[in-house]
């Protein structure tokens, strides 16, 4: 199914039109919405009932969903809007999207972690903090793909290891991303459409605070727990950890260049403004965006061909997980395109019940802007629910920024927090569950999944919206 896609997406390159136009949202009903469902469900249900058959046809399963959504747009709206949506969702959203995942999962996939301790609830919760800070700073892609695999060696000779790694999703791929542009997508797509890199960081301390530092002590507790219940003599175990040397070595220092050279890039295609670009078809694509994707495919090879092989071997790196994304996304993104055009024509649209409820005649509804655009990233996928209702507040920047401040702030912790809802609502989850359960951790089914987020991170999701939105 890959191979028919890739052949389906040539040949609309080769005989596309002059001219062809974008989705139109006011002529589409809430059946569009279908296909976009059909690949949550096939998600959420298909490894329950039938595990085999979708861990080896998963990729055509949700190849299909996408010549689904695909099929209804040329034949509602003709083959060149299907062609048309075809280039501007990927060569404007999911190639993007996949390429910034790749070099992240290549280039960290290249560095090594040794940490010389033994594993404990202290050293874990100290761990888990330390790291969803980095993870602002490098991105919350980078910082799983780094972190996670020493997370799990510490700990390999546990029984209990599921919640170590469900925290890990909340804190590190998701919450730990709050305080830059470059911590999660969604906020870099503010930044690219013009929102300060900084902005975050003043702005979103607050939420980042109140979601992390609760969940940190949570852990502490669960994690006490669960080793309580592994060693018949904890008191013990733990006066012997004071003995033993924290010591941590590095492998594969090129590499650590390349991710400083691909969070550099990141930046710098948001810095740099011009109106260059090139057409491909009748889709325009600006120059910095297509010098980011060439020098982070071309960091990419240099960390393939020239990054230390041992210490790849030695993280135990295969393509599994990056091919489990690509192939679900590559989905989620065509099927969810019909709803987000749906949402962006507002209250002209199916969905205009949700428009009214956020826009009121005395102005933005904060509160609702919070949930709702929380509870789309978490089955839209977080950058772009972001970026349709970062435009359903006016889109202007400098406003939101300001006046519409309070706005902005909901829009941004709901992505960004939210997003670690289901394993769908931000790309790491996914990676992160995938490599999980490579080390032999049985992690929890899709709707499992969300029974534990719902009830971990529900309260302090209120919390936030009391406290600062």
């Known amino acids: ?20 136009s974008g989705l139109d949202g006011t002529a589409m009903s809430l059946w569009w919405v279908l296909p976009f469902a059909g690949v949550l469900l096939s998600l959420a249900i298909m490894p329950i009932v039938a595990s085999d058959f979708w861990h080896h046809h998963f990729g055509k399963i949700s190849g299909v969903w996408a010549l689904i959504a695909l099929g209804m747009i040329g034949y509602v709206f003709g083959v060149g809007t299907a062609i048309h949506e075809v280039l501007e969702t990927y060569l404007h959203h999911f190639i993007p999207f996949i390429i910034f995942i790749l070099s992240l999962y290549v280039i960290c996939g290249g560095i090594k972690i040794d940490i010389t301790t033994k594993a404990n609830p202290y050293f874990n919760t100290f761990f888990l903090g330390v790291t969803t800070f980095v993870a602002s700073w490098i991105g919350t892609t980078g910082a799983a793909m ?24 909340f804190l590190v791929c998701n919450i730990g991303g709050s305080l830059t542009a470059v911590g999660d997508p969604p906020l870099f797509l503010g930044f690219l459409n013009g929102v300060d890199f900084f902005w975050p960081t003043t702005h979103m301390f607050g939420p980042f605070l ?37 010591i941590v070595r590095l492998g594969g220092q090129r590499n650590l260049l390349l991710l400083l050279c691909a969070v550099a890039s990141i930046i710098f295609s948001g810095i740099w403004k011009t109106d260059m670009g090139i057409y491909i078809g009748t889709v325009f694509l600006k120059a910095p965006d297509i010098a980011r994707d060439i020098i982070l495919l071309g960091l990419t090879s240099l960390s393939i061909f020239y990054g230390n092989k041992r210490v790849r071997a030695e993280n135990s790196f295969t393509w599994g997980p990056f091919m489990e994304v690509f192939k679900v996304f590559a989905a989620i993104f065509i099927t969810a395109a019909p709803v987000i055009a749906i949402l962006k024509v507002g209250q002209g649209g199916a969905l205009s019940g949700l428009v009214q409820l956020v826009n009121t005649a005395e102005g933005p509804h904060n509160g ?8 789309l990233s978490a089955v839209l996928d977080n950058a ?38 289901t394993y769908i609502g931000n790309a790491p989850n996914f990676m992160v569950k995938a490599i999980a359960e490579q080390d032999q951790i049985a992690m929890p089914s899709f709707f499992g999944y969300i029974l534990w987020s719902v009830g971990i991170l529900g309260p302090f999701l209120i919390l936030v919206h009391l406290l600062w939105i």
């Open 1 to 20: 199914m890959g191979r028919f896609l890739a052949a389906f997406v040539l040949v609309c390159l080769i005989s596309l039109p002059v001219k062809a």
């Open 146 to 169: 780094l972190f996670i695999r020493p997370f799990l060696h510490v700990n390999q000779g546990r029984k209990c290891r599921q919640h170590l790694v469900i925290f890990f999703i």
């Open 210 to 246: 109140t979601m992390t530092i609760p969940l940190l002590v949570i852990f502490y507790f669960f994690d006490k727990r669960a080793f309580k219940k592994e060693n018949d003599d904890y008191s013990t175990l733990r006066d012997n950890q004071e003995d033993v040397r924290f």
């Open 368 to 375: 609702l802007y919070f949930w709702i655009t929380g509870g």
């Open 384 to 421: 772009p629910t972001y970026l349709v209702f970062f435009n359903l507040a006016g889109g202007d920047a400098s406003e939101l920024m300001t006046t519409l401040s309070q706005t902005l702030l909901a829009i941004s912790a709901a992505s960004v927090f939210m997003g670690a809802l």
